[in-house]
């Protein structure tokens, strides 16, 4: 159910004053590659998808900059399992191509870049990602609506952004489907409220879907899929230690946590990102 929160900051001025925009024509391909022409930086294409070379605290600067444009915008991490759904249907690539700001979530796509010399700077971890933007709210107001996972889970995570002084003004659980409410319906639910920034925690493919059916609807200043990561805030599920993320093994401690639900994404997957990998290295030395 859709609940408003505790809010931290007075809502009638700062960010939240917002306007929508008009929804941007689609954009030219260059030759060989899906990634369009006029993106803000210079996207580096990784075995088809555009990644913006960009470090974490460059992330959270150009999204700030876009939430005080008047428009409505969205944020894409991008692992291994999301560069072969692109690699293996175009819709999905044109719809990842499509976003604002597209962040290596995932350590592999960080050295497939390498070994393409296509490189970018290091990863962007969505779940660190959703924390720095919680601060910033903490610090700058930020209007923030929360979307996804099961009501208990999502009530621990408003309670938690809300003790760290972040400006939550609503939620919603991820089954609006069984309430019998449409995609359409959830987004103008949320567009009502003149969010800046909206986390959406559901699984994918069904995350990009929503966002990127319903941005100009919701007319929210960056939408933000972030996955599981409300489990983790609300102590449902384990992060990798530390070490583990920075040698690029945390796929296999997630795997080891939830083998059933996991072993076809990275067992399966992590082999069709090697295999295309490894097609687009040959590619290029020739």
């Known amino acids: 159910m859709s609940q408003p929160a505790r809010k931290n900051h007075d809502d009638s001025q700062g960010p939240g004053q917002r306007h929508l925009r008009a929804a941007e024509p689609a954009r030219d391909a260059e030759p060989g590659s899906s990634v369009g022409k006029d993106q803000e930086a210079s996207r ?115 309670e938690d952004f809300t003790d760290r002084g972040a400006n939550v003004v609503g939620h919603h659980d991820g089954y609006w489907h069984t309430q019998g409410m449409t995609d359409e319906d959830m987004a103008r639910e949320i567009g009502a409220l003149d969010i800046d920034i909206l986390f959406v925690a559901v699984p994918s493919p069904m995350k990009e879907d929503f966002i990127y059916g319903q941005r100009d609807v919701m007319g929210v200043g960056v939408c933000v899929g972030v996955g599981g990561s409300f489990d983790v805030v609300a102590g449902q599920t384990k992060r990798a230690p530390e070490l583990v993320q920075k040698v690029g093994m945390e796929w296999a401690f997630r795997l080891a946590m939830e083998p059933r639900r996991m072993f076809k994404r990275y067992a399966v997957g992590n082999a069709k990102f090697l295999w295309y990998l490894a097609k687009d290295r040959t590619r290029r030395g020739r």
């Open 44 to 158: 580096h294409d990784v075995m088809g998808v555009g990644i913006d070379p960009l470090t974490m605290d460059q992330t959270v600067e150009r999204l700030k900059s876009l939430m005080t444009d008047g428009g409505n915008h969205n944020h894409l991490s991008i692992n291994a399992a999301k560069i072969v759904s692109a690699r293996e249907n175009p819709g999905k690539q044109e719809e990842f191509n499509a976003a604002d700001v597209v962040s290596a979530d995932g350590q592999a796509v960080v050295w497939a870049s390498k070994l393409l010399g296509r490189p970018v700077p290091e990863r962007v971890a969505g779940i660190d990602l959703m924390n720095r933007l919680v601060e910033l709210s903490a610090q700058e107001g930020q209007r923030i609506y929360l979307l996804g996972a099961r009501p208990e889970v999502l009530d621990a995570v408003a």
